[in-house]
Structure formats: C-alpha cells, structure tokens
C-alpha cells in the first residue's frame, strides 16, 4: 500500500473511531432545543446536499437504480438508524447509548451468516451475542425519573443499531455499491427526507421555533453536520469499499470508550461500576465476532 492510502486510510479510521464517538455527546446537545428527527434531518440534508454538488461537479450523475437503493439503504442507515437514536437520547445517556450501537458487529456477523454463507454461526459468534445481550442486560436499569422512558429508549437504539446492520450488509450488494461519494450522497438525502417526513407526521414541528435554539444546540448540529456526516460517513463509506465489514466495524470498540469519556467528563453522566462491567462484556463480545470472523 503507498504512503499516501496508508495515510488515507489511518485519517478513515480516525474519523471513525473518534469523531463517530465523540457523535453521541454531539446528538444529546443538539436535541436539547431541537426536536430529534428534525436535528437527524437537518443534519444530513445538508451533509447530502453538500456532498451532491461536489458528486457534480466531479461529473457523476446519480441513476435511477442507485436512487432506488439510497431509498433502502437511507430507510435502513437513517431514518431507523439514526432516527431511533436521536430519539432515544432523550432518555438515555450519550455513553450508554453508543454502548449499546456497539452491538453492531455481532448483528453483522449473523446477518452475514444468513444471508452469505448460509449456515449456522460460529459459536464464537454465538458466545458473543450471548455475552453481548447479558452486557445489555446490565444496562437496564429502572431510573426512578423515567420508569418508561429509559428502557423504551434502551430498546430503541438497539433496534437502530440492526437497522444499520442490515444496512450495510444490503449496501455492499446494492447499486451504490462501488461508489462511496454516491453511497454516502443519496443515501443521506434519502434518509433525510424521511426522517423530515416522519418529523412533520409526528407533530415535531408544533411548538418548535427557530428562535428557541440554544447556541449549544446549534454547534452541536454543525458538528454533526461536517464531521459526523459528511467526514465520517463518507469515510466509512470509503472503508466499506476497500475492507471486510465486520473489521470496519472494529469502530464500535472505541466509539463506547470515547463517548463515555466524554459524557462523564463534560456531561456529568453516570459511570459506575455496572457500566464499567457492561462495557467489558460488550466488547468481549465484539472481540469472540472478530475473531470468528477472522477464522473464516
């Protein structure tokens, strides 16, 4: 590989492994004053928009089958993905929640084995979705403040965190496939718009001006904006094209890390010991996939 992919390459990483964690604190700021289907939506329509005008001037022109597959890819990746994590933050802390979306890799590796290789995982696999879901488990907790609302959320991030799995299992045998500007361009414009749509359905836009969001919100929303969508995304993108998904995934060992930190650190969020044991047994989950897959 040539010094200059290998920088590329570790700059990818980077971008996934550290921005991609530092995301979460990000979202829990930005829906402080912004509804958190609008802040998805404002978030990547203007990331796709923006990557749209530089795709042309590259002189790429999107065709109609890569347009019907942003449609699945940006219902899978955003508006299930992204939407259910915007929401869930409500409720749950930015460093649980980042936890709980490294459950990725194991609903990965599974899905890979049903729809690739058809047959029946690994049993490291198998160990690893066990340990995965006791690790999940420990994070259930009943909040006396919210006796609802935090497990609702819990369950929703983990449904956003298959959602995505399934998208990029789907994504690497799409029509996107092959082409990580457009990958990343359409799809976030197609998961914009319905995630917008869903806001709009949902009464998001009653009670909600422009004139009550808060300067933290609006930098959370910019970060999100260029380095969350548009320097990430597209990395991420890019190393989907280029390496084996379940490795790529490997960002959800640090993104938990970085998001805990962060959230402990300038949020004040909880980090106890429960959380401490939680972590380790997620990521001696994600560890046992890896490994299997490495095997095959």
Request: proline share 4%.
């Amino acid at each position: 590989m040539r010094h200059s992919n290998r920088i590329l390459v570790a700059l990818c990483f980077f971008a996934i492994y550290v921005i991609w964690g530092s995301t979460y604190l990000a979202i829990r700021y930005a829906i402080e004053t912004i509804p958190p289907l609008f802040t998805a939506g404002f978030r990547h329509s203007i990331a796709g928009s923006v990557l749209l005008v530089w795709g042309l001037w590259q002189g790429k022109r999107p065709t109609l089958a890569q347009w019907r597959a942003s449609l699945v890819i940006g219902f899978l990746f955003f508006l299930i993905g992204h939407g259910t994590l915007h929401w869930a933050e409500k409720t749950v802390p930015s460093g649980i929640a980042a936890l709980l979306i490294a459950t990725e890799p194991i609903f990965v590796a599974l899905l890979l084995a049903v729809t690739a290789t058809k047959r029946i995982p690994d049993r490291n696999i198998i160990l690893g979705l066990i340990l995965g879901l006791v690790g999940v488990a420990v994070l259930i907790k009943p909040d006396p403040a919210q006796p609802h609302g935090s497990l609702q959320g819990t369950l929703a991030v983990l449904l956003g965190s298959l959602s995505w799995s399934a998208g990029i299992v789907y994504s690497r045998r799409s029509h996107l496939a092959g082409d990580p500007l457009m990958m990343s361009t359409l799809s976030l414009l197609s998961g914009a718009a319905m995630l917008m749509a869903t806001g709009l359905i949902t009464g998001e836009a009653r009670g909600f001006h422009l004139a009550d969001v808060s300067a933290r919100s609006l930098l959370g929303l910019l970060y999100l904006i260029v380095f969350g969508s548009i320097v990430a995304f597209s990395a991420y993108n890019w190393l989907l094209e280029h390496f084996p998904p379940t490795f790529v995934s490997t960002h959800t060992y640090v993104n938990p890390i970085v998001a805990l930190l962060l959230g402990w650190g300038l949020a004040g969020e909880r980090l106890d010991l429960s959380l401490l044991l939680a972590t380790a047994l997620v990521i001696s989950a994600i560890f046992l996939v890896h490994r299997a897959e490495a095997r095959s």
